[in-house]
């Protein structure tokens, strides 16, 4: 059954995560095919106070102080920001440059990460705070608990679509609990945001994520927040291998979907129902054929 789609209500400066390419007098996107920087000055779907926040970055010509590209994203006071630089970079100039920029540009905090030559991800290993805040909570919406977010860490570009999303959820698991508490699992948890809104309901949730930082910000948000969430760090199939029956298992996984023996622990696993949230069509329509 595929019921009606849930079109976006805002479709332009919506995007609250940026992940950009940085050269001399440019800040954007690679062209198709080439790594050839196309500057995107001006685009239409980012957040606007994260596009200004850009903008000024490029007026710095962050490039000759051996920067190579940026990570940032929005959170409840402004919004944090990662620069990558080449390995072995003096920053001295650079992180008295940008700290002085922070309160204009409504940072809370930035970070470095060095990128090694020839890496084919835009961002380096690990980061080191440079000023500011580590971490910071962020409300998907005014509706679901807030979670820590930290310089890198996954949100979904499209807030008020993924607040829709998770209400969803959360609608289909009370239907299903009845108004009684259920046992749920929830694997690639991420940030933790469906954990703690499932939590606050009154459910007993246990979150998996192999991210480490990623597992201590949820538990300290569920503490902050005196929400029952039981986080783990583990890969998908472990946390599957040793958990008991469940009522419901919820998945969010990679574009590449769920491998075959994974698709075969989760139907052992949950008892009552499977909830999927899927970035790519393709591979999840193989996941639940197979399912």
């Known amino acids: 059954e595929v019921s009606p789609l849930a079109a976006a209500t805002t479709r332009l400066g919506y995007r609250s995560r940026t992940k950009l390419v940085v050269t001399s007098g440019k800040i954007g996107l690679y062209a198709r095919g080439s790594h050839e920087v196309v500057d995107t000055s001006g685009c239409p779907v980012l957040d606007p106070k994260l596009e200004r ?31 990558a630089v080449r390995e072995k970079t003096d920053t001295t100039e650079l992180e008295r440059i940008v700290s002085n920029e922070l309160a204009s540009l409504s940072i809370v905090g930035w970070a470095l990460s060095e990128r090694a030559a020839g890496r084919v991800l835009l961002l380096g290993q690990g980061h080191r705070v440079i000023a500011g805040a580590e971490r910071t909570p962020h409300h998907v ?70 991210y480490a930082p990623a597992v201590r910000l949820i538990e300290d948000a569920a503490r902050e927040q005196n929400l029952a969430v039981r986080a783990i760090e583990s890969d998908a199939r472990a946390a599957l291998d040793d958990s008991p029956p469940v009522d419901v298992v919820l998945v969010n996984p990679p574009r590449r979907g769920l491998e075959p023996a994974l698709r075969r622990a989760l139907a052992r696993t949950a008892t009552r129902a499977i909830g999927y949230v899927s970035c790519d069509p393709e591979t999840a329509l193989r996941d639940l054929d197979h399912l």
């Open 141 to 210: 919406s005014n509706d679901l608990p807030w979670h820590f977010a930290s310089q890198g860490s996954f949100v979904q570009a499209h807030l008020p679509q993924a607040a829709r999303l998770y209400e969803h959820v959360i609608e289909r698991i009370a239907q299903l609990g009845a108004g009684r508490a259920l046992s749920i699992l929830e694997l690639h948890a991420g940030s933790g945001t469906l954990s703690l809104a499932l939590a606050a309901r009154g459910h007993r949730v246990t979150a998996v994520e192999a």
């Open 53 to 83: 926040i850009v903008e000024r970055l490029r007026q710095l010509d962050l490039a000759r102080f051996g920067v190579e590209s940026l990570d940032l994203r929005r959170v409840d006071e402004g919004a944090l920001l990662t620069l």
